[in-house]
């Protein structure tokens, strides 16, 4: 069902056009992994500044509020370029185990960031709440799985269909 | 002779995966690191800090970064020494890896510690963006071409 979603999918116009060309691909993964080297890395900044790794006479507060425009902005350029790559691959993504983790973990990472909203990323002025710490190594731990799995949905072995008949057909 | 088909990296597919993962990763410290101070050099208000006080802040993480990143890069390198080489997509990203790294210790380090014109300042923090950037379009295009 998955893969007659995701053909349907990438089979529209401007999805084709991508997947066919030789120059959009490659610059489409190239500004996705540009973002993920600036932007992710103002990400890593901020998990280890809530960590107090890093930067601890800057209040948290000025630092998440200084960074936020470019992460937001950079999230967009990202998770665009992201769903242009893998929709003209859909088809073959959505029947990719890495990268329905992949998808999970991101929208794990949404999830964390609706919870720790509140309490960490648009708090009050006053002191830093322990929570800070616990939304720093989740952010963390979630956009290394993001990344990881990313990279590893090129590393996914799909059964042949020769295999799949043997199955079918073994007893 | 180096035999490439012995490298470690060749055999375990696993291996070579998890080298790219690291790769990648080690890269996004370094960049963005170095991308904080950039910041801050195109005018951006870090809180109170000054771009001297980012740069000492994140230089043990881009050295560190940067250290991983070119290690586990020339890892990969080594599965395929002589077709990486012969490559010019892969020479053009190596020279201006070379370039970037000077630049990095040279003018983007005296900038961000001295006190520059917003000119100076906005003008290294562009090449410097623009040069890492550079380096991960030409990885990226290394593979597809």
Known sequence: MLESLGRSIQDLRVLTAIRESALVYPTLLSIHLACIATFGGLILVTNLRLLDWFLTDIPTNDLIRALRPWKQGGLAIMLTAGVLLGGSKAAEYLTNPYFLIKLTLLVSVGVHGVLFRRSVYRRPEGPVPKAARLAGALSLILWIGVVSMGRWIAYYDRPSPAEQVSVDTGK | ?145
């Open chain 2, 1 to 145: 002779m180096y035999d490439a088909s012995s490298n470690f990296l060749n055999v375990h597919e696993w291996a070579y995966g998890v080298t790219e993962i690291v790769h990648i990763l080690s890269l996004t410290a370094a960049i963005g690191f170095i991308a904080l101070v950039d910041l801050r050099l195109l005018g951006i208000a870090v809180g109170p800090a000054s771009s001297a006080r980012l740069a000492r802040a994140t230089a043990v993480g881009s050295l560190i970064g940067l250290v991983v990143a070119i290690t586990t890069g020339f890892m990969v390198f080594s599965t395929d020494p002589v077709r990486y080489f012969d490559h010019p997509t892969m020479r053009f990203k190596l020279a201006t890896l070379l370039v970037a790294i000077i630049f990095n210790y040279s003018v983007h380090a005296r900038v961000a510690r001295g006190d520059f014109s917003l000119l100076i300042r906005r003008g290294v923090a562009s090449i410097s963006l623009l040069l890492w950037v550079t380096i991960v379009f030409s990885g990226i295009f290394y593979s597809f071409s």
